[in-house]
Every structure is written in structure tokens, then in C-alpha cells.
């Protein structure tokens, strides 16, 4: 293996694994607070559609990436006035979320599919971008990758240092102390998913606008659902969901690696490799039942109903 | 606050079957008003959708063509969510079906005989079971949760059947489409109707809706499935096998979801395509809630999803909409439904009118 095809490689590994990371750090502080919403694909969908047409009509990239956070942000308090307000199923509503997000993108988008725009260009910065092998990854990418490294420490420091991060994992962890303690524990949840909702849409609108960048049908390709596996076998840590994000970025390039080294593969079963790998790593890490409980928000997936 | 919900202290059976018929009604309210915001006139729009597709002999036969796949996953996913146990992957069972039964058929086209149909659908029925097995063992065996590993399935699935048809099940003289070769005479579903494309298949989705109704609600095994869907704890106090009845109720399941597969194939495509289905897996788990898990309710419902699939269709060729607008109606329909099923267990009060009324109480 050369040095340019390694360089490349790396460089490839974090551009798909920013997504990812993005859509997964969203999801991973939604369920913190205890809400687990499983309509990430839905809600990627729908920035994907919604960032591509804001920035083919007006022609401006951050228009659009704004907009796919909007989008984001919308459909998850969708999600959340269902499933919060009204205390309905979350897995349910999060399913539902993602059928009608599939749906609704298709519809929105089938006037644009395959029409071409510019997308987010790459900015080096020099100097740092010419280290070898590492420079092209870490610092040759564009202004998302870049931001997604920020995320990144921001969730960090928030659930390790800061006093919201701790109301989070309280309300988390014992909605109904947290009340009688005085924290607002719906309000909480409501921006914990707004917060989810607007990196889905993020993510989805990086896909669109950067990564490919045209707008397909369909075309996270269960993105959203490998970052919800991600956050699991990351037992709720930052540095692992980073971590988790760059493995599954390499696992979806290995065809490019594979047509690199010259090997004659199926791409269909290359492709299979992501959701293959994504069962694997949950078998391996669900395997202790205690260990997975004891990393769980306490109360994912219940309904809180103040008893005042 | 406008309205407050109080908790009815006891499920509401009333509720539990008005609520289907209430999110029906608010989705084709939503639905008008979005055609008539598209400048449509919604009454004509959804009868377009709706009532025109199924106008004819011909409309009314593919009705029941479209219904039996989804009504086969449906009633399976009946079983599972019974037992609280969330299979998603009916439509990677379905594929796996539809794959294996037609790895089979390829290899019989010259074959005859009354062997070789229900060989084919066989294979898919394994297929499917095989497939929601692997997610029933990854579940008991090393805790990995259903839902995650049957979507992942499903796209695994998928990417099978692309790779099957572009390779080892590719038509050698098909000009390199990615089908496979039409499956020989003895393969293919007879036809119970003259001139239209209805054939045994529905016969095996009714058959399946019987026969789930008398496990669910008359014998034992079903008891144990409800109990185990209800209370966890108290299944393994009585001493039911937990882990057996996730599989017996994933084998089902995956197995009525690969025959849907094999019917498809065997029945109105006649050979393996990429696009075996479109998204019925996914429909039929609306269609599980909507029918409320109960066989006859997941009949009207699947009928329901398959006039949604074919309201898609008529509005791209008649009103010029995406047809994509089938997945926009399935989930208004399952939002609504989710927000109505709120009404089961929480009755709406309007607090400033009751303390309206107190107020005006207390100065009379």
C-alpha cells in the first residue's frame, strides 16, 4: 500500500464518518435525557431534501445547511409533541418519524433529483495540511468536518464539565426526582430532541451538499440507523461515538480500498459491509446485560408524566 | 394550558377501535388540504386516489393482488409485537424469500409436476424464517437489540438481491439486465380468475389470517405470547420459555413475510427483479398498528395500505404527483394513529371550560 492511497483513504474515512458523528452526537444527547428517538433517518432525509433545494434556488451553501437544520429541528418536534406531550410510544412515533421523513423527502424532492449543484468546497489550511499521511485527513476538509470536531469537544465538556450537561443526565436518569427537585424536566427534553433534530439535519444536509453532492432518493441509506447502533455500542461517550463514527467511515469505504489494491469485489456485497459490521459490534458489546444496563439512561424510552 | 390529558385510570376499548377510523379521517382531511394547496381540487384528488383505482374488475383484482403480500407480513408482525418482540425487518424476510424461492425456480424453468411450486414457496417460507431467525438468536443469545439488527438485515437483504440479480441469478439471455430469467410454467401461482393477475397467494394470506387468529386467540401458545408481551416478569414467573417463544414468534413471522416474498416472484412478477417490493415490509407495520394486532383488523388495514400503494400510482399517471406521495399518506396515517391511541388511556379535558363552569357555579 502506497502512501497516497493511505493518505486518501484516511482522508475518505473521516469525510463518511462525519455524518455519522454528527447525526450520532445529535441522538446521543437526545437520549441522555432520556428520549430515545428513533426517526434519525426520517429527519436526515428530510435535511438532505430540504438543504439541497434551499441552496439550488438561492445558490448559497449555508443557506441551505441552515435550512436543513431547520428542517431537522421541525420534524423533531413532530416527534416530540407526539411523543412527549402526548406520552405516546417512542419507538412507535420515532418509526413513524422515519416512514413519514422517507416519504415526505421523496415527495419534496422528486422535482430535483440528479440536478447538479456546487458543493462545499475544501479549505486547506497550510501548513498543517502538508504533514504527510495525517494532514490531508485533519486539515484538507471542508468547513463541516471542521465544525464536527468542534461538536465533538463541545458535547464533550458539556455532559463532563458543565452544570446543563448535568440537568440532562439528571432528567435522564430519574425524570421523577429531577421534578421534585425542582428541574424543568419537559423543557429539557423538548430542546434535547430540538438539539438531536437539528444535527440530523445537519448531517443529512452534509450528505447532500458536500459529500455527494447531489439529492437521491433514499440516499442515507441507513445512516440514521447505524448512528443510532453507534450510540449504543459507544455506551453513551463522546470520545467512543468519535471514535465509533471513524470506523464506520472506513467500513463504508472499503470498496474504494479494494479497487485501490486492485481486487475484483461485488460492490452490492462490499456495501453490505457497514450494517454487517454494525451487527457484529452489537453482538460483541450487548453480549453482558449488566454492562449495558449500567451505562443505559435510566429512564430511555418512558414516558414521563408529572404527578402534580 | 388549552387541554389537559387525564389519565382514564383503565384502557378504553371503545378508543382502542375508534381511534384507527379517527386517524383515517384526519388523514384524508390533512390530504385534502394538501391538494388544495397543490391548486388540486381535494374532493376529485382523492378520489382519484382512492375510489378510481379500485372503479373497475380489473382495479378491484389488483386490489387483492397488492393486499396479499402486505397482509402475509402484517399477520406476522401481529405474532412478534403481540410479544412485544420488534421485528422490523419484514421487508429483508420478504426479499430473502423472494430471493431464495427464486434461486430455486431458476433451476426448474424446464421442470413439471405439482412438486414444483410448493417446493419454491418452501424455500422462500425458510428463507424469511431463516432470515428473522438469525435477529431472534442475536437477540436471546447475546441481548442485541431487534430493532437495530432487523433494519440492518433488511439492508443487508437488499444488497443480496442487487448482487443476486446482477450476478449468479442474472438471465444469461437477458442482454444484461439485472432480472433474472422467467420462471417455467410450473413455477408460477395458478391464477384462481381468468384475465386478471389474482392468484393463489391470497388464498395463503387468508389461510394465514385464520390460522393466526386461532393461535393468538385459542390456544395456548398464544396465551403465553400475550402474556409475555405484556408483563415480562410474569411470563418467567410462570414458567413460560422466554427465549423459546421469541423465536417461534420470529419464525413465523419471517417465515409468512419469505412466503410474501415468494409469492410476489411466483405470482405477479413471474421472475426476480431488484424491485420485488416496494416497501410492503415497512407498510406492514403500519398496517400491524393500525389493525390494532388483531387478524381482522390488519385484513381492513392491509386493504386500506394496498389502496394507498395503488392511490399513489393513479396520482402520478392522473393528478402528476411524485409517486412518492404513497409514503407521505402511510406516515400522516401512522402519526395520527399514534396520536389518537392517546385517547385510550387519557381522556381530553378542557380545563378553562370546567372552571368556567365552576366559577359560574360559585356565583349562582
Known amino acids: 500500500m502506497d502512501i497516497d492511497l493511505i493518505t486518501n483513504v484516511l482522508y475518505a474515512m473521516i469525510r463518511t464518518g462525519t455524518p455519522l458523528l454528527i447525526v450520532a452526537l445529535g441522538e446521543m444527547v437526545c437520549e441522555k435525557s432520556g428520549v430515545l428517538n428513533l426517526g434519525q433517518e426520517g429527519m436526515m432525509l428530510m435535511g438532505a431534501v430540504i438543504g439541497f433545494i434551499a441552496t439550488l434556488l438561492s445558490g448559497n451553501v449555508w443557506l441551505g445547511f441552515i435550512c436543513a437544520m431547520l428542517a431537522g429541528v421541525l420534524m423533531s418536534q413532530l416527534f416530540a409533541v407526539i411523543a412527549l406531550g402526548l406520552s405516546a410510544n417512542q419507538v412507535a412515533t420515532g418509526l413513524a418519524l422515519t416512514i413519514f421523513g422517507t416519504g415526505l423527502s421523496a415527495f419534496i424532492g422528486s422535482d430535483y433529483v440528479g440536478k447538479p449543484i456546487d458543493g462545499l468546497g475544501v479549505i486547506a489550511i497550510p501548513v498543517l495540511s502538508d504533514i504527510p499521511i495525517i494532514g490531508k485527513m485533519l486539515f484538507a476538509q471542508d468547513l463541516i468536518v471542521y465544525f464536527s470536531f468542534g461538536l465533538f469537544a463541545a458535547v464533550y465538556w458539556f455532559f463532563r464539565s458543565s452544570r446543563t ?63 443510532l447502533a453507534l450510540v449504543v455500542f459507544a455506551t453513551w ?72 | ?202 388464498l395463503f394470506a387468508l389461510f394465514a389470517v385464520a390460522a393466526i387468529w386461532v393461535l393468538l386467540s385459542r390456544s395456548f401458545m398464544g396465551f403465553q405470547i400475550k402474556v409475555l408481551g405484556l408483563d415480562h416478569s410474569a411470563a418467567r414467573l410462570a414458567g413460560f420459555k422466554s427465549k423459546r417463544l421469541v423465536w417461534v414468534t420470529m419464525l413465523i413471522s419471517g417465515g409468512l413475510a419469505g412466503l410474501a416474498g415468494a409469492g410476489e416472484v411466483t405470482g405477479p412478477l413471474g421472475q426476480l427483479v431488484p424491485q420485488i417490493s416496494p416497501g410492503y415490509g415497512y407498510a406492514a407495520i403500519i398496517v400491524a398498528f393500525l389493525g390494532r394486532l388483531h387478524p381482522v383488523g390488519i385484513l381492513l388495514a392491509s386493504l386500506l395500505m394496498a389502496l394507498i400503494y395503488m392511490g399513489g400510482e393513479m396520482a402520478q399517471i392522473e393528478l402528476n404527483m411524485p409517486v412518492a406521495i404513497t409514503g407521505l399518506f402511510q406516515g400522516l396515517l401512522l402519526f395520527y394513529l399514534l396520536a389518537c391511541d392517546v385517547l385510550i388511556n387519557f381522556r381530553v379535558t378542557l380545563p378553562w371550560l370546567s372552571s368556567q363552569k365552576t366559577t359560574a357555579e360559585q356565583v349562582n
Open chain 1, 237 to 308: 461517550r463522546a470520545e467512543r461515538v468519535l471514535l465509533g463514527a471513524y470506523l464506520f467511515g472506513l467500513a463504508s469505504i472499503l470498496h474504494l480500498v479494494a479497487q485501490g489494491l486492485g481486487f475484483a469485489v461485488s460492490p452490492n456485497l462490499l456495501a453490505m459491509l457497514p450494517y454487517i459490521a454494525t451487527i457484529l459490534v452489537l453482538v460483541m458489546l450487548s453480549r453482558n446485560s449488566g454492562r449495558s444496563k449500567l451505562y443505559t439512561p435510566a429512564s430511555l424510552g418512558k414516558p414521563f408524566h408529572a404527578s402534580s
Open chain 2, 1 to 202: 394550558m388549552l387541554v389537559k390529558l387525564e389519565p382514564r385510570g383503565q384502557h378504553s376499548r371503545k378508543m382502542a377501535y375508534l381511534s384507527p377510523v379517527l386517524a383515517g379521517v384526519l388523514t384524508l382531511i390533512t390530504s385534502g388540504i394538501f391538494f388544495f394547496l397543490q391548486g388540486l381540487d381535494p374532493i376529485h384528488a382523492l378520489k382519484t386516489m382512492l375510489y378510481t383505482p379500485i372503479s373497475d374488475t380489473y382495479g378491484l383484482a389488483e386490489w387483492c393482488v397488492k393486499a396479499a403480500p402486505i397482509l402475509l407480513c402484517a399477520i406476522g408482525l401481529a405474532v412478534v409485537f403481540k410479544a412485544q418482540v420488534w421485528n422490523i425487518g419484514a421487508e429483508g424476510q420478504l426479499l430473502i424469500g423472494g430471493l431464495l424461492a427464486s434461486s430455486v425456480a431458476v433451476n426448474v424453468i424446464e421442470a413439471e409436476g405439482i412438486w414444483v411450486l410448493p417446493a419454491i414457496l418452501l424455500a422462500g417460507v425458510i428463507g424469511g424464517a431463516l432470515w428473522a431467525l438469525l435477529a431472534a438468536w442475536l437477540k436471546t443469545h447475546f441481548n442485541a437489540n431487534e430493532i437495530l439488527t432487523t433494519i440492518m438485515l433488511n439492508y443487508i437483504a437488499l444488497n443480496l438481491l442487487v448482487f443476486s440479480v446482477h450476478g449468479p441469478l442474472k438471465d444469461p439471455n437477458g442482454f444484461n439486465f439485472p432480472e433474472s430469467a422467467m420462471f417455467g410454467d410450473a413455477s408460477l401461482m395458478p391464477v384462481l380468475i381468468e384475465d386478471t393477475r389474482v392468484h393463489a397467494g391470497i
Open chain 1, 165 to 227: 450537561g448535568l440537568v440532562v443526565k439528571a432528567v435522564g436518569e430519574n425524570p421523577h426526582a429531577a421534578n421534585a427537585i425542582g428541574l424543568p424536566v419537559m423543557r429539557t427534553r423538548y430542546l434535547a430532541v430540538a438539539f438531536g433534530g437539528a444535527m440530523a439535519g445537519l448531517a443529512g444536509g452534509y450528505l447532500s451538499l458536500a459529500y455527494t453532492p447531489l439529492w437521491a432518493e433514499n440516499m442515507t441509506a441507513g445512516r440514521g440507523w447505524i448512528a
